[in-house]
Each structure stands twice: as structure tokens, then as C-alpha cells.
């Protein structure tokens, strides 16, 4: 697992660690590491039509490494450990080794938050840095759309269930692609093409292209959770597709909330935080 210089780390940290503290609070004020209330019980409630619903307020372990392990969240175990970093925490998993490809292996040696990261600009953190992140996830739906209204930056997303996805050549690419739905079973799988390859998958920067291809699958077990699968595809970045497996844990005492990230954004304003282009365009660098 790479290094983050100190700067570009403390900038992270401290913008999802603010955000991680005031998230969520209403009625009940947003529960502390191990403090948290037990999960709702009793059987998933479903829609009209028969599928389960997936309604509510979400918390979701935050994902800054897809690679690593952390609370709730597991990565792909049909990949290699990576070697063992010096000085890591005695007893602790190593991360999985992620199946570059050449140019994807150059990518993320390359990356360096201290020299621009498009999050600190305020840009949309794109499809799978949004579910990584920590903050609340409300998820409203109905037949034909499942909403994700992500309390970070108060950004939304839309899945179309039961459509298909527009031809290549009128799909235009977007921060969080284009989405659609389908039924297996009980699983809500999620189909997502159309990235403008403008982002990072997670905190810590792994790259991928505008040729990402990410297929989701929610499923609800019981009243308290969702299970949750994501798999990334991405042939022009990695060798094969890998997986990053989750459970979400719903919170009834939570209420979203409205976030800013421009407001009172010092690092950006005062340039600390550089601006980044658009790594589509020649003589442009993803950052």
C-alpha cells in the first residue's frame, strides 16, 4: 500500500473526519465508534410489487482503501496479499494486491494528493468515492427508480430500474454514470457505464479509466442492513474485475443533513489546494 504525503493526508482526514463527527444528527445525536444503537430487527420490508424495499437512512463503513479491510467492509479475497508495509500494526490483515494493467499501475504510482486532488476543489466525488465515503446514504424507491441521496455535498444519484442504457454514441459521460437497474431474486443489481474518468475510486487514489464498468447488488437480509457488493471492471486499468464486499446498517435516529464543501473551503480559496484538468484532454494529468 502506497504512501500519502502528510499534507494531502492531513487535508483528507480532516475534511471526512469533520464530516464523520456532525453527520446524521437529529433526533438522536449521530452514535460514537461502539456506541452506535442495535440495527432495527425483524424481516426486510418490501415493496407493492413484491421486491425488497431498500427505504431509509443508511450508515456505510468508510471505504478510503478498497484494497484494505476496515470495520463492515471486506475486499476481494481471490486476490494476492500485498507485501507487508514496514512498521504496519501487528496481527493486522494485509491489503490485496489490485491486477493492474501496465497503464494502470503507472497511474497509481503517479498519484500524489499533495499535487492536486479533485476533491479538495469541491469537483463530484464520482460513483464509488461517494459510496466509500462515511457520511449517510438515504435511499428512496419506488418501481421504476431506486434515489441515492448522498449527504456529501449534498449530491444525488439515480438508478433506472428496468431500462437500458443509451446507445454509446448519445451517452453522455457524467461524474456517476449512467445507471439501470434489474431484479435477480431479491438482489437489486445495478448496471453503470459512462464515466467521465475524472475521478479516483477511493481516498487513497486508485485510478481507473472512463472505460470503468461498475456492477453494484444490493440485498436485504432483515429490517437492519443491506449487504452489498461492488465490482469494479475496468479493462484499460486493471488485468481482471475485482470485488469489495459491505454492509450498510440502517439508522432510524439519524436525519440527513445539508453539506457544503465550498463553504468556508480555505485550502481552496487560499490556494493551497490546486485546481486539477481534465486528464481526457492532451497535456492534462489525472489527479
Not at 456532525?22 to 452514535?31: D, E, I, M, T, W
Not at 475496468?234 to 440527513?256: E, H, S
Request: net charge negative; proline share 10%; glycine share 10%.
Amino acid at each position: 500500500m502506497k504512501k500519502i504525503s502528510i499534507v494531502a493526508a492531513t487535508a483528507a482526514v480532516t475534511l471526512l473526519a469533520t464530516s464523520a463527527l456532525v453527520f446524521g444528527q437529529g433526533p438522536g445525536v449521530a452514535g460514537l465508534e461502539g456506541r452506535n444503537p442495535k440495527a432495527p430487527s425483524g424481516p426486510a420490508p418490501r415493496t407493492p410489487d413484491g421486491h425488497p424495499d431498500f427505504s431509509g437512512l443508511w450508515e456505510r463503513p468508510y471505504t478510503p482503501d478498497m484494497s484494505a479491510y476496515s470495520r463492515n467492509q471486506i475486499p476481494d479475497q481471490s486476490l494476492p496479499d500485498a507485501p507487508k508495509a514496514p512498521g504496519g500494526r501487528a496481527g493486522a490483515k494485509p491489503p490485496k494486491q489490485l491486477p493492474f494493467t501496465e497503464l494502470g499501475l503507472k497511474e497509481w504510482k503517479a498519484y500524489d494528493a499533495a499535487n492536486g486532488d479533485y476533491t479538495g476543489s469541491c469537483m463530484p466525488f464520482g460513483l464509488t468515492r461517494s459510496i466509500n465515503s462515511p457520511d449517510p446514504l438515504q435511499i428512496m424507491q419506488n418501481a421504476t427508480t431506486f434515489g441515492e441521496l448522498f449527504e456529501q455535498n449534498t449530491w444525488f444519484h439515480l438508478v433506472h430500474i428496468g431500462s437500458e442504457h443509451p446507445d454509446a454514441r448519445h451517452l453522455t459521460p457524467t461524474w456517476f454514470g449512467d445507471s439501470i437497474g434489474k431484479w435477480d431474486g431479491d438482489t437489486l443489481v445495478i448496471d453503470t457505464i459512462g464515466f467521465n474518468g475524472r475521478t479516483r475510486l477511493d481516498t487513497i487514489g486508485h485510478p481507473h479509466s472512463a472505460q470503468m464498468h461498475v456492477i453494484e447488488r444490493y440485498s436485504r437480509p432483515d429490517m437492519g442492513h443491506i449487504n452489498y457488493e461492488i465490482t469494479i471492471d475496468d479493462p484499460v486499468t486493471y488485468t481482471r474485475p475485482w470485488k469489495n464486499t459491505r454492509v450498510f446498517t440502517l439508522r432510524p435516529d439519524w436525519q440527513i443533513m445539508e453539506y457544503s464543501c465550498e463553504e468556508n473551503n480555505k485550502d481552496f480559496f487560499e490556494g493551497h489546494i490546486k485546481a486539477t484538468g481534465n486528464p481526457n484532454e492532451p497535456g492534462s494529468a489525472k489527479k
